[in-house]
């Protein structure tokens, strides 16, 4: 669920802030145009959960009579820098604005892939905050952190096992039969 969150990130930014959003690949980005917000990570840590991780889950299959056990997910924190770079300190401020609209009115994050739908909620970690003055090139930049939390990636190991239709106990006076 880790390429699935970061593309719901990535298309909450460009519907709903900046359409000109990127997912950095790596230290350098090359840009077009500007406004830009650059997006880079994730960076993942691991959260131990001690409470969830000696259960399975189980999916009944009625149709097919089978149950499904997995092993349980691990589960991350993902970690994003976000880079905004703009002519002018109104162009960032009003970017600003729209961040800290997007995290009230969007505070879930929707991520599906062909197996499941989760919600995940997200934050800002690090305050928005003015990186540069004014320079040469007249860009100004600013930058911020966002944390996702919980998302849970399986390991695709899966038990199928037949469900048990009907059990009769059969009582004998000298012994007991279950079937």
Same mark, same amino acid.
């Given at each position: 669920?880790?390429?699935?969150?970061?593309?719901?990130?990535?298309?909450?930014?460009?519907?709903?802030?900046?359409?000109?959003?990127?997912?950095?690949?790596?230290?350098?980005?090359?840009?077009?145009?500007?406004?830009?917000?650059?997006?880079?990570?994730?960076?993942?840590?691991?959260?131990?959960?001690?409470?969830?991780?000696?259960?399975?889950?189980?999916?009944?299959?009625?149709?097919?009579?089978?149950?499904? @056990? !997995?092993?349980?997910?691990? %589960?991350?924190?993902?970690?994003?820098?976000?880079?905004? #770079?703009?002519? =002018? &300190?109104?162009?960032?401020?009003?970017?600003?604005?729209?961040?800290?609209?997007?995290?009230?009115?969007?505070?879930?994050?929707?991520?599906?892939?062909?197996? @499941? !739908?989760?919600?995940?909620? %997200?934050?800002?970690?690090?305050?928005?905050?003015?990186? #540069?003055?004014? =320079? &040469?090139?007249?860009?100004?930049?600013?930058?911020?952190?966002?944390?996702?939390?919980?998302?849970?990636?399986?390991?695709?190991?899966?038990?199928?096992?037949?469900?048990?239709?009907?059990?009769?106990?059969?009582?004998?006076?000298?012994?007991?039969?279950?079937?």
């Amino acid at each position: 669920m880790i390429e699935e969150t970061t593309r719901e990130l990535i298309r909450l930014f460009r519907e709903y802030v900046e359409e000109n959003t990127v997912l950095s690949a790596g230290s350098i980005v090359e840009i077009a145009t500007l406004p830009v917000i650059v997006l880079n990570g994730p960076t993942l840590t691991e959260k131990k959960r001690l409470m969830r991780d000696p259960e399975r889950i189980t999916v009944i299959d009625e149709e097919a009579g089978q149950a499904v @056990r !997995e092993v349980p997910p691990r %589960w991350y924190d993902l970690r994003f820098d976000v880079n905004i #770079t703009c002519v =002018n &300190i109104t162009d960032l401020l009003g970017l600003f604005m729209a961040f800290s609209r997007l995290n009230q009115n969007y505070p879930l994050l929707t991520a599906k892939n062909e197996e @499941r !739908e989760r919600q995940y909620l %997200w934050r800002w970690e690090n305050p928005l905050q003015v990186t #540069t003055t004014p =320079n &040469i090139s007249q860009v100004m930049q600013g930058r911020a952190g966002i944390i996702v939390y919980d998302v849970e990636v399986y390991s695709g190991i899966r038990e199928i096992s037949p469900l048990i239709e009907k059990v009769s106990i059969g009582i004998d006076k000298d012994r007991i039969e279950v079937q």
